[in-house]
């Protein structure tokens, strides 16, 4: 018996949040802070849409496709495009953990920034297999990174905190709440609410009356054990400050990340090969983990799940498959290879190009 990844040490961070937060500032921040302590990242890039970025990613969807490309191809609106960029950027996420694994002796951290629209990333299909992939081979955390000035009002607060604590849960990996911007506002407002309901509801009653500040404040007192369980710290992602808090932050939560998943992960070593193998290579496996069936391979699996409906957690068991991802016979064989290819073709019909600056 073996598990998958709780001994590795990269980490790999995915950084959310509403759109303005600072997350793209606090990649930037993170890359210069970890290498100055002597510590490499690799970034990646998640967001199609995004115009410019003040670092030089190593992975950058905009490679693989193009965003404006999609929205015409398709006929979709801004949010929609971002989605399908992400869904077919998911059909290669095999790629991208190999290629990861592969530069694991040279990294330090993964660092990946993530579309401003945060639900068409966290509400994904396409998000959760990204995410889930890379968590099946490196320790995994999300920084929630929350517009410190905006908080200060208590219902965008609470607001801020129903979202996180949603996203924690539905991608099931641990949560740091980045409370940034503190070189704009104290953030000793926030530290108090999340530890103590009194001020918060001292807070609220300047609300008083208000519908939403009662729902807030029942919400607020439903939300005490999840601010227990989190981790939260206050930087600035513009100056630098607290990002040494910030970074212990992250390697707690990846030690309570690899605690976790050693006790739930223990699985058999053909196992363990049969998640991560190519699909070329697929064929003879026959385990799996979790829920999935028993002969899937990760393509089959992650097709299901790219093409189940949104807000869907498990694959559907019976999701369509294109036959060239079934299990077939050899008499199949002709078939195989001739759907493979228009599989294939659709894919290529967005470039990829993996670019890597560790090389
Ligand atoms: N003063 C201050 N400004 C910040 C800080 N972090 C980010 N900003 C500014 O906030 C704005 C948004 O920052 P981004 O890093 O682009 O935010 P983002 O979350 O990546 O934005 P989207 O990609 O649109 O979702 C920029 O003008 C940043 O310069 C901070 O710690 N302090």
């Not at 991208?96 to 330090?108: G, K």
């Not at 889930?132 to 517009?147: G, M, N, Q």
């Not at 981790?231 to 992602?237: E, G, P, Q």
């Amino acid at each position: 018996m073996t598990t998958i990844c709780p001994n590795r040490n990269t980490i790999a961070c995915f950084v959310i949040g509403m759109a303005g937060s600072g997350k793209t500032t606090l990649v930037q921040r993170m890359a210069s802070e970890l290498s100055k302590r002597e510590q490499s990242t690799y970034l990646i890039n998640l967001d199609p849409a995004v115009i410019q970025i003040p670092y030089e990613p190593n992975v950058d969807i905009r490679d693989t496709l193009n965003y404006k490309d999609v929205q015409i191809e398709f006929q979709l609106g801004p949010n929609g495009a971002i989605l399908t960029a992400l869904n077919l950027f998911a059909t290669r996420i095999d790629q991208l953990v190999e290629l990861l694994e592969s530069r694991e002796e040279q990294v330090d951290t993964f660092v990946v920034d993530t579309p401003g629209q945060v639900e068409v990333f966290t509400w994904s299909s396409s998000g959760s297999i990204i995410a889930e992939s890379i968590a099946s081979s490196f320790p995994t955390v999300l920084l929630y990174v929350v517009d410190s000035p905006r908080a200060t009002k208590p219902l965008t607060f609470v607001s801020n905190m129903i979202y996180a604590c949603s996203i924690m849960y539905r991608m099931q990996l641990p949560l740091v709440v980045v409370l940034n911007k503190k070189d704009l506002v104290s953030t000793e407002f926030a530290q108090q609410w999340l530890s103590d309901f009194d001020t918060f509801d001292e807070a609220m009653q300047q609300l008083e009356g208000d519908y939403s500040s009662n729902l807030a404040r029942s919400m607020a007192l439903a939300m005490e054990e999840f601010y227990r369980v989190i981790s939260c710290c206050s930087i600035s992602a513009a100056t630098g400050e607290g990002m040494d808090e910030l970074l212990n932050c992250v390697k707690k939560a990846a030690n309570e990340f690899s605690s976790f998943r050693g006790e739930k992960n223990h699985i058999s070593v053909n196992e363990e090969t049969a998640s991560l193998e190519r699909p070329s290579q697929a064929t003879t496996s026959t385990t799996t983990i979790g829920a999935s069936s028993s002969q899937e391979t990760s393509r089959q699996r992650i097709w299901k799940k790219v093409n189940q409906p949104a807000g869907q957690s498990e694959p559907i068991q019976d999701a369509p498959l294109p036959k060239s991802l079934e299990t077939t016979s050899l008499g199949e064989e002709e078939n195989m290879l001739e759907e493979e290819e228009e599989y294939q073709a659709l894919l290529d019909q967005f470039p990829t190009r993996w670019h890597s600056t560790v090389e």
